[in-house]
Nanobody, 131 residues
Framework: QVRLVESGGGSMQAGGSLRLSCTVT????????MAWFRQAPGKEREGVAR????????EYADSVKGRFVISQDKAKKTVYLQIKSGNPEDTAMYYC????????????????????????WGRGTQVTVSS
């Protein structure tokens, strides 16, 4: 089993920066993608960014493009989400997710920022951006 643990959440003012971490334990032999999602009260869970682990190919939601960076440290089995410049609209619980190859079938275009694409989830870390 894969276990994901997020850390690094906190509060910041608009324009500030924060780096979230997701540390992975367990059997990751089949893990192909990892991603960050967020969910604000009353809103649907939103895909923020994902990374393909074997080549570090990335994808971002339009709402965070240019402001967030997803990256990995393979040796540490850690995926990061760097919030370079936060907005109040970024306030949410941020969740780390991982996908095994072939989970619920093979990927289709547009699937990699959808929650149902991922089978493993962390408990989340809160990010609050004040104006």
């Amino acid at each position: 089993q894969v276990r994901l643990v997020e850390s690094g959440g906190g509060s910041m003012q608009a324009g500030g920066s924060l780096r979230l971490s997701c540390t992975v334990t367990g059997n990751t032999d089949l893990t192909t993608y990892m991603a960050w999602f967020r969910q604000a009260p009353g809103k649907e869970r939103e895909g923020v960014a994902r990374i393909r682990l074997y080549d570090s190919n990335t994808e971002y939601a339009d709402s965070v493009k240019g402001r967030f960076v997803i990256s990995q440290d393979k040796a540490k089995k850690t995926v990061y989400l760097q919030i370079k410049s936060g907005n109040p609209e970024d306030t949410a619980m941020y969740y780390c997710a991982a996908r095994d190859h072939g989970y619920r079938g093979y990927l289709q275009s547009g699937d990699t920022l959808k929650p149902e694409t991922y089978g493993y989830w962390g408990r989340g870390t809160q990010v609050t951006v004040s104006s």
